[in-house]
């Protein structure tokens, strides 16, 4: 039986090992050598001397930040009031259906939205007020983003907040809890798994977009994505670009690792 | 369970016979039986009916297969395992070619429609004797602008650029060596500096053209130029003639203080299985008539003198594209500077995107 299982194993552990593990050795191989291949750290003492990596992380951060902010504000609402809605199942269906479109496209629609003969200023300019310049903006940036990631946070909290039995919260109605107190006591504390699932999905993928720090940002939102790019793909300098992958992956690490503990620590509470 | 087996072996074997006949599509690439020519060049940068002219006139089977950077072209040549007979790069990857030792010399014996071409094409930096490549098209890297908010004349000079006028209007290419390039000539140096000292002021003087800087993209800009989404946009000549086709507000000029000039080239790769194609290829689309019905058909100028004259009028004396002798002595072609200023360049680039805006 017990060879059986590890039979079964193999084509698994081949795949993670293969396409998971390998290629993040060969980044920190990468990482830790120079161009002719001796081990080196020099690659980080360049990234954390340089100012320009450093404002390049924190930017990274900071747009994932308020990225994943403002999409949870956006969607911890809506997927309460989904849960009450009669027709869920449409409901959640015209909430998935954005994400069957290619990312690309969706990218070149808002394009034709925000730009300066776009639907936004061809709206404003029914008011007098004359093009605006939308596209190429921080907020264009964020608004698309925001966009883009809300059903991977809706879905989550959806499921979390579903879970949660009815009669709780009426309990907690009956005991004489205010709304307020509902939500602060009851339904946050029972939702969060949802939430912070749905933060990590967001978090994590907002460090790196790069594609839309070009399409909509003009690349004058610049993050980490954008110099792995021309590391590796403009100057080929492979072991600088390893470097500031690794960065990343640590950043990464590190968000799972703060989400996650705080799960531990609830479910002690409760 | 009998259903999903049924189910699962009508996969498989739909998708062993995909694989099949796919194998079936690319074999004449992977063959080179000595009959096959294959040509491995950027998408539609070649008249097709050239390659049908070439194959009744030679009996070869052209085999055309296409790449959209020189990157990633050299990359697969350099992996190995291909066949190509012949490629184009662009000037800066000849030398790197050259340097990684994936080139043949060409037997110019063979090529005697090299006299065509014109001298100021031949003999530069990046292959001093011609020995490994011949020029196939040229350009230039210039502005483009449109009528409807820029005057025209209004811009003759890369200093023209920084006028107050031009808040949040450019639109630059994202391109490290000729964003820094435009900044270093408007301040007289040379284009292929590699003094420290010149490139930190060249990034200085061109982080004060931020605010003039609406984005940085590369291929979009085709797009937006099209549409009237900005006034003006910084770069290549090809770009440049596909934007006018499409918007007859736009035009494109050339600053005669200077530019860069650059070239994309046939080469033959050391891995190739039919030289004497790819050297028969070469020399008929040196043939006048043929690079002239190319240059007609891709829209690029050809650096093929006495193609140039074939041309009709209003193509041959467009000096947007084919500028005149004073401009020509003042444009300069990327030397590869080496991974070290390179990788220079693209830092002091990346920090003018992170600061200037």
């Not at chain 1, 990234?47 to 949870?72: D, E, P, Q, R, V």
């Not at chain 1, 190429?136 to 979390?160: G, K, Q, R, S």
């Not at chain 1, 909509?216 to 021309?230: F, M, S």
């Not at chain 2, 097709?48 to 950077?69: A, I, M």
């Amino acid at each position: 039986m017990k060879t059986k299982k590890a039979f079964f194993l193999v084509p698994y552990l081949a795949w993670i090992i293969l396409f998971v593990i390998l290629p993040i050795l060969l980044i920190l191989w990468y990482s830790f050598t120079d161009s002719s291949h001796s081990f080196t750290l020099s690659n980080y003492v360049t990234f954390f001397k340089n100012g320009t990596f450093l404002k390049m992380m924190i930017n990274s951060f900071w747009y994932a930040f308020l990225i994943t902010l403002i999409t949870l504000l956006i969607s911890y609402p809506a997927a309460y009031f989904l849960t009450k809605m009669k027709n869920q199942q449409l409901w959640l269906l015209l909430i998935i259906l954005p994400t069957w479109i290619n990312l690309l496209l969706k990218a070149y629609a808002f394009i034709g939205i925000l730009g300066n003969n776009g639907l936004v200023n061809k709206f404003l300019h029914l008011f007098g007020i004359g093009p605006v310049n939308i596209l190429f903006t921080d907020f264009a940036f964020i608004f698309v983003a925001t966009y883009i990631e809300i059903p991977f946070m809706i879905l989550p909290i959806f499921n979390a907040i579903k879970e949660i039995s009815p009669a709780v919260i009426q309990a907690s109605e009956d005991l004489g809890a205010s709304k307020w107190q509902t939500f602060r006591y009851v339904l946050w504390p029972l939702s969060r798994p949802g939430v912070e699932s749905g933060v990590q999905a967001i978090f994590i993928p907002s460090l790196s977009l790069f594609m839309l720090t070009r399409l909509i940002g003009g690349n004058k939102v610049i993050t980490l994505g954008t110099a792995i790019e021309e590391y590796f793909m403009t100057t080929m300098n492979w072991n600088m670009g390893a470097t500031i992958g690794v960065v990343l992956i640590v950043l990464m690490i590190l968000v799972m690792l703060l989400t996650n503990k705080k799960t531990k620590r609830k479910k002690v509470n409760l | 369970m009998k259903k999903i087996i049924i189910a699962i072996g009508a996969i498989l074997l739909a998708c062993l016979g995909l694989a099949f006949w796919a194998h079936q599509l690319e074999k004449p690439a992977a063959a080179g039986n000595g009959q096959n020519l294959i040509i491995y060049n950027w998408g539609d940068y070649l008249d097709p009916q050239l390659v049908k002219k070439f194959e009744k006139q030679t009996g070869y089977h052209v085999v055309y297969e296409t790449f959209d950077s020189n990157e990633a072209m050299y990359t697969k040549i350099k992996q190995g395992g291909t066949a190509y007979d012949l490629t184009i790069p662009s000037e800066y990857m000849v030398t790197k070619m050259r340097k990684a030792h994936l080139l043949d010399q060409l037997d110019k014996k063979e090529i005697p429609n090299m006299k065509y071409i014109g001298k100021s094409f031949l003999h530069k930096s990046f292959d001093q004797n011609n020995d490994y490549s011949v020029p196939y098209f040229w350009g230039t890297l210039g502005i483009v602008y449109n009528d409807k908010f820029v005057k025209k004349g209004a811009i003759k000079n890369w200093n023209d650029l920084w006028s107050k006028k031009y808040r949040n209007q450019i639109l630059l290419v994202d391109s490290a060596r000729d964003a820094m390039g435009i900044s270093l000539v408007s301040l007289g140096y040379s284009m292929n500096t590699t003094s420290s000292l010149r490139l930190r002021l060249a990034q200085t003087k061109l982080d004060s053209l931020g605010t003039n800087i609406k984005a940085i993209i590369s291929d979009e800009m085709k797009m937006y130029m099209i549409q009237n989404e900005a006034a003006i946009g910084l770069t290549w000549s090809g770009e440049a003639h596909e934007m006018m086709e499409n918007n007859p507000h736009l035009h494109y000029i050339v600053p005669e203080q200077g530019s860069n000039l650059w070239f994309d080239n046939f080469v033959i790769p050391k891995t190739a299985k039919n030289k004497k194609a790819a050297l028969q290829f070469i020399n008929f689309m040196l043939k006048p008539e043929n690079a002239a019905q190319n240059a007609e058909y891709v829209g690029y100028a050809t650096p093929n003198i006495k193609a140039q004259h074939l041309l009709p009028k209003r193509v041959r004396e467009d000096k947007q594209f084919y500028p005149d002798e004073k401009t020509l002595r003042n444009l300069q072609v990327f030397k590869d500077l080496g991974p070290k200023k390179t990788q220079e360049y693209n830092d002091l680039f990346l920090e003018f995107k992170m600061y200037a805006r």
